[in-house]
């Protein structure tokens, strides 16, 4: 069996009210920002490059404590690939998106219509888990 890591960002602005960032990949689904590691990256700087590479977002922070992992196994040339996301929470003073090749579409979402949005079960837990992070540190409804 292959194995594969990526990582990413639960990315949220609080322009007027949180809002989580989700994108649009060119399969359809609605997923967060991620990305394959790449040689000599942490996971931090991997979630950094990707956020920066996916929507031109280059001044994001991370929320210190916050990290989720999740994995699935999916098929690809006919192998199963295990594949393991580690995602981080990030806040971006800017809602500006400038989005790469490799996705169709981009909303900033409530949290209420981002759980309805995302297409997979392990993003929606994801960001119960971010929201619920954020509402112990005060913010959030």
Not at 12 to 32: C, M, N, P, R, V
Not at 47 to 74: H, M, P, S
Not at 109 to 121: C, D, I, P, R, V
Request: glycine share 8%; with cysteine; net charge negative.
């Amino acid at each position: 069996m292959l194995n594969e890591k990526s990582c990413g960002a639960v990315v949220y602005s609080k322009t007027y009210d949180i809002k989580y960032l989700l994108l649009q990949y060119e399969a359809g689904h609605w997923d967060f920002v991620k990305g394959n590691v790449e040689a000599g990256e942490t996971e931090q700087e991997t979630a950094v490059r990707e956020l920066g590479e996916e929507t031109g977002i280059v001044d994001a922070q991370f929320v210190e404590g916050f990290r989720e992992k999740i994995f699935y196994f999916y098929r690809r040339h006919g192998a199963t690939v295990y594949k393991e996301v580690i995602f981080f929470l990030m806040e971006s003073p800017t809602t500006d998106v400038n989005l790469s090749f490799e996705h169709i579409g981009f909303d900033w979402l409530s949290y209420e219509k981002a759980l309805k949005w995302l297409t997979f079960k392990n993003a929606r837990d994801t960001l119960q888990k971010a929201h619920d992070f954020l509402k112990k540190q005060g913010m959030g409804k």
